[in-house]
């Protein structure tokens, strides 16, 4: 039976950033297999900005309601929510983004060795 290059030993529920480990040297599947994940990782990160914008639009909207007293908690906690959406999204980005390049850099260094 072959060895799968990616194995995850000790998988948690929620471990963000897996180290990647290829066996050999990028061939351009992989190569494309790594910017398809770049650009969905990106895009994702527009989407939690975007949501956190939403909240943030919608808390500035409940807290001009003067009707309601009661919607200025309810806009507060939209505000954190926001703030808390942005910094989840970016924090998400980094990592994968560092785990992408260090995996790309691994496969080159043994490029190069191999060379």
């Known amino acids: 039976m072959a060895k ?24 351009l599947r992989d190569y494309l297999a790594i910017e398809r994940t770049r650009l969905a990782n990106e895009r994702t990160l527009l989407s939690y900005i975007r949501s956190s914008l939403y909240l943030l639009l919608g808390s500035i909207g409940l807290y001009q309601l003067k009707e309601f007293a009661n919607f200025k908690y309810l ?35 043994k490029e190069k060795v191999n060379t």
Do not use: C, H
């Open 4 to 27: 799968s290059p990616m194995t995850f030993k000790n998988m948690k529920l929620l471990r963000f950033g897996r180290d990647f480990k290829p066996d050999e040297q990028v061939i």
């Open 75 to 109: 806009a507060l906690l939209a505000l954190v929510f926001s703030a808390i959406f942005f910094i989840i999204g970016v924090y998400r980005f980094t990592l994968l983004k560092r785990s992408l390049k260090r995996l790309y850099y691994v496969s080159e260094e």
